[in-house]
């Protein structure tokens, strides 16, 4: 089974700075994917950037990219000039390549963004 | 486009009574998941259905819990003989395929909370 880990409960930040979000993951699998979601108090899930594993790019979407290491199965998130809104929490997740296949949730992050 | 419908938002029950929970996907999707969440925890997949078809419910209680996608009106989890342990956020997802790499669109989820 797939397993997905987040090792930092909690994390902060000043605006404007940089934090990285760590997520490790277990798997036998060779295809799947990797999504970062943010959950702020309203509760909706918002997807942030997912990541397919068969490219070794790492994605970027405007201040949020990730840190993709295949071998290490380690998928980090990284949050650049960080704004008051990204105050929340944040979920790794993993889906395997096969149609229909579910997400599995790491434990989340709880990110606090200092003025 | 609305997105995904959730309700109620919150939902109280007393122990032994019966709880419905209502999800409406996005237009055009025809693929629904639900999940749940305990407190302090990550989200954790209950139930994947598509219209008039459970796909997977490996992750669902095999009592009291049960979960239709008709081929008209919304998806229904159903959670009969409500103990206190069932108190969590559940959350609906949905897509429009069964893609591997297809976004998830979640709702804001049902907060139900057992007396």
């Known amino acids: 089974a797939q397993t997905v880990t987040q090792s930092q409960p909690e994390m902060s930040v000043q605006e404007a700075e940089t934090v990285t979000l760590s997520c490790t993951y277990d798997?036998?699998?060779?295809?799947?994917?990797l999504f970062w979601y943010k959950q702020p108090p309203s509760r909706q899930m918002i997807l942030v950037i997912r990541q397919e594993a068969y490219k070794q790019q790492n994605a970027t979407e405007n201040r949020f990219s990730v840190n993709f290491q295949k071998a290490a199965k380690s998928f980090s998130l990284k949050i650049s000039d960080s704004q008051l809104g990204d105050a929340a929490m944040y979920f790794c997740a993993y889906k395997g390549g096969t149609s229909g296949s579910r997400l599995t949730f790491g434990e989340g992050t709880q990110l606090t963004v200092n003025p | 486009n609305a997105g995904v419908m959730q309700n109620p938002r919150h939902l109280v029950r007393r122990r032994g009574q019966e709880a419905r929970l209502r999800c409406s996907p996005m237009?055009?999707?025809?693929?629904v998941y639900w999940y749940r969440q305990l407190p302090e925890e990550g989200l954790k997949f209950m139930v994947y259905?598509?219209?008039?078809?459970?796909?997977?419910e490996s992750g669902m209680p095999k009592e009291r819990f049960s979960a239709e996608f008709p081929k008209e009106g919304p998806s229904i989890l159903r959670i009969q003989q409500v103990v206190r342990g069932d108190s969590a956020a559940y959350f609906c997802?949905?897509?429009?395929?069964?893609?591997?790499?297809?976004?998830?669109?979640f709702g804001s989820g049902t907060q139900l909370s057992v007396l």
């Open positions: 798997t036998s699998e060779s295809d799947y994917y």
């Open positions: 237009k055009g999707h025809s693929h």
């Open positions: 997802a949905s897509s429009p395929s069964e893609g591997a790499y297809e976004k998830l669109f």
């Open positions: 259905l598509q219209k008039e078809n459970i796909i997977d």
